[in-house]
């Protein structure tokens, strides 16, 4: 259904259906809160929620890209792809420039934005966008970018270009996870394991919360909690608190 609803509100933009459309999931850790930025091991499973982009390349160097949910259009060129700009679109744009920095020939695109995965509530919401426009932009402009690539990519997208200290462990889960499994990530040498979670198969379901409290990854107790965990690697003097 979200994804037709992009389709549909690409077409309206535009005038013109759009190439594909691309998804990227959510995600719950049973183990990972704060372990992954310290060299730690993971274990995250995809939601059934997830972000959608519709989009097409366009024959220019600017990105237009417009948000269902929000109902709001940017359009951005290059020169104004730059590190730190505030705004619902930072995520998508950050996307756009963390490929070229990395030297990806990425030209420019339409793309359209929907998502069922709750803002601000701990479930990666920011991840699920960033890696549905990046399998976008991949796939439209023929990049062969290996998954676990794609999800460092998101990260710097989230960390150099919103300005979010995350780890790896939400946009390896969004690009990595497979129905009915797990995935085991050691976050100091990127091996991985698809370990079953065959919950609905055993009768069971797993209940995530919604404590209202809000979550912020650029602003809030997530960069604070990282710094102290960092300081702490300093003064015991180890690469990172997995050392210990």
């Not at 990972?32 to 730690?40: F, L, Q, R, V």
């Not at 972000?51 to 940017?74: E, H």
């Not at 359009?75 to 995520?91: K, M, N, R």
């Not at 698809?194 to 069971?204: F, M, R």
């Amino acid at each position: 259904m979200l994804m037709q609803q992009a389709i549909a509100a690409f077409t309206a933009l535009t005038g013109d259906a759009p190439t594909g459309g691309w998804t990227a999931p959510g995600r719950i850790n049973l183990i990972g809160e704060h372990t992954d930025y310290n060299d730690g091991y993971v274990l995250p499973f995809a939601l059934p929620q997830a972000a959608y982009v519709a989009a097409s390349a366009r024959a220019d160097t600017r990105w237009r890209i417009r948000s269902v949910d929000l109902d709001d259009v940017v359009e951005l060129g290059v020169d104004e792809l730059i590190p730190g700009t505030p705004g619902w679109f930072s995520y998508l744009a950050g996307v756009v420039w963390a490929l070229r920095q990395a030297g990806h020939q990425v030209g420019g695109a339409d793309l359209v934005l929907t998502s069922d995965v709750p803002l601000g509530a701990g479930l990666s919401s920011s991840a699920a966008i960033e890696c549905a426009a990046l399998a976008a932009l991949a796939d439209l402009f023929e990049l062969d970018i290996p998954p676990i690539e794609r999800a460092k990519l998101a990260r710097v997208a989230e960390n150099a270009y919103v300005g979010a200290p995350t780890g790896l462990l939400d946009q390896a889960a969004s690009t990595l996870c497979i129905p009915d499994h797990a995935l085991f990530l050691d976050c100091r040498s990127l091996d991985t394991r698809q370990v079953p979670l065959a919950v609905t198969a055993a009768g069971l379901e797993i209940l995530v919360i919604d404590t209202r409290t809000r979550h912020s990854h650029v602003d809030g107790e997530y960069a604070s909690r990282r710094a102290s965990c960092e300081e702490a690697a300093r003064i015991l003097g180890v690469p990172s608190l997995r050392d210990v």
